[in-house]
């Protein structure tokens, strides 16, 4: 596949995806956003990738946002489809098969941050800097970002970083959660490789259905949401994998999962 604003590649079943328009800080423009739609759902449908690394080219910016070029000259009833295109392409990366992996390895704002907080694990470098400038601009976060941030990082401080627009280091948005680990800049596309490759040494049904029972249930009442982990989890019972699971910890050897 070739893209102008992505790059692509896959090895050992893992999936990299650049967001790559560096001279814009890799700034996301409706072309750019219609090439990750596509790529998203070519993903999603292709079984031999089992781990998606999402990142930005070069060393400054993984997203600095929403391109504000593009978005200057739109009327109101533009806004709100550029937004919907967004929020629709951000829900597709939050519902693919994979796991999503964010490797932040710059400036996440805007539209960026957005971008991180719809991939399942956020890992940053120490010079990432995070946060939600939009009420500079006197507009809201269109992508997903005043509902996904307070869902991640409770609703006082997602409301502060919303309000005020103030950018984070990489060290605050790990204290509040919003990171999952920080790490120099060279170890960055390691360590998401590591966590990835960890990932898919294990049961990839309930790698699948564990992202799935999160995503869904945080959405819902606890009891419902129970209900629904009952189901997953005796339905995972008829699989093959489990069976492997379970007996290679009694045999005292690795499982060696076969996704059935
Ligand atoms: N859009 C377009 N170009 C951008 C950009 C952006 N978001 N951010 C940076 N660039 C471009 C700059 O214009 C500059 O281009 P040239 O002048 O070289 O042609 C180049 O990238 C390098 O940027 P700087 O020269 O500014 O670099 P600095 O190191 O001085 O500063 C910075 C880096 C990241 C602090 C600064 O560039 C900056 O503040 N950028 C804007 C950050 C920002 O405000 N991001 C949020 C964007 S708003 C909605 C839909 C979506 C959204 C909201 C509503 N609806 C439709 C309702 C989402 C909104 C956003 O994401």
Redesign the pocket.
């Known amino acids: 596949m070739n893209f102008e604003h992505l790059l692509f590649a896959v090895e050992d079943g893992i999936a990299t995806v650049t967001l790559n328009r560096p ?3 890799n ?2 423009n409706s072309a750019l956003l219609t090439e990750l739609s596509e790529l998203v759902d070519a993903i999603a449908k292709d079984a031999s990738i089992g781990a998606v690394i999402l990142t930005g080219a070069g060393e ?2 993984f997203v ?8 200057q000259g ?1 009327t109101p009833l533009e ?2 489809a ?2 919907q295109f ?1 929020n629709s392409v951000f829900s597709k990366i939050e519902r693919m098969p994979q796991p999503v992996i964010a490797a932040v390895n710059g ?1 996440a ?4 941050c ?1 971008l991180a907080m719809a991939c399942d694990i956020r890992i940053a470098s120490t010079h990432a800097k995070f946060g939600q ?2 009420v ?2 006197g ?5 997903g ?1 005043t509902q996904r941030l307070p869902r991640l990082v409770g609703p006082g401080i997602a409301k502060e970083l919303l309000m005020t627009g103030d ?1 984070i280091t990489a060290e605050r948005a790990a204290q509040i959660g919003l990171v999952n680990h920080v790490v120099e800049p060279a170890e960055l596309l390691p360590k998401a490789q590591e966590i990835a490759a960890k990932m898919l040494s294990k049961g990839p049904f309930a790698v699948r259905f564990s992202k799935k029972l999160v995503n869904e249930g945080i959405n819902m009442d606890l009891e419902r949401a129970l209900a629904l982990e009952s189901e997953v989890f005796g339905t995972l019972f008829g699989t093959e994998d489990r069976l492997e699971g379970m007996t290679a910890f009694l045999e005292k050897r690795p499982a060696k999962f076969q996704g059935k």
């Open positions: 001279k814009a800080l700034a996301l400054k910016a600095a946002g929403a391109d504000i070029a593009e978005m739109k806004a709100r550029f937004s967004g400036f704002l805007g539209g960026g957005e400038p939009e500079n601009l507009i809201v976060a269109g992508f970002g950018m």
